[in-house]
Nanobody, 125 residues
Framework: QVQLVESGGGLVQAGGSLRLSCAAS????????MGWFRQAPGKAREFVAA????????LYTNSVEGRFTISRDNAKNTVYLQMNSLKPEDTAGYYC??????????????????WGQGTQVTVSS
């Protein structure tokens, strides 16, 4: 059973930066596509970014393209989300998710099998 634990959230002013981390255990991390999603109060959970097994393939939602960077360190079983130029509309709970091994990263929530508990990001104006 794969377990995911996010960290790195917090309160930041608009224009600031945060780096989220997601530590994975219980699976074969290096073979597992990973994704980040977020959910603001009263809104549906939405795709933010995803990364393939080797790290070369990345996907982003349009609203974070050029501001956020997803990366992974397979030696540390950890995936990261570097968030720069943060905006108040980025305020949300951020969730790490994993697909089954040897699959491809996607934007679809229902393609991910394992989820973390989330970490809160609040951006003040």
């Amino acid at each position: 059973q794969v377990q995911l634990v996010e960290s790195g959230g917090g309160l930041v002013q608009a224009g600031g930066s945060l780096r989220l981390s997601c530590a994975a255990s219980g699976g074969t991390f290096s073979n597992t596509p990973m994704g980040w999603f977020r959910q603001a109060p009263g809104k549906a959970r939405e795709f933010v970014a995803a990364i393939g097994r080797g790290g070369a393939l990345t996907l982003y939602t349009n609203s974070v393209e050029g501001r956020f960077t997803i990366s992974r360190d397979n030696a540390k079983n950890t995936v990261y989300l570097q968030m720069n130029s943060l905006k108040p509309e980025d305020t949300a709970g951020y969730y790490c998710a994993a697909r089954v091994p040897y699959s491809n990263p996607t934007e679809r929530l229902d393609h991910y099998d394992y989820w973390g508990q989330g970490t809160q990001v609040t951006v003040s104006s």
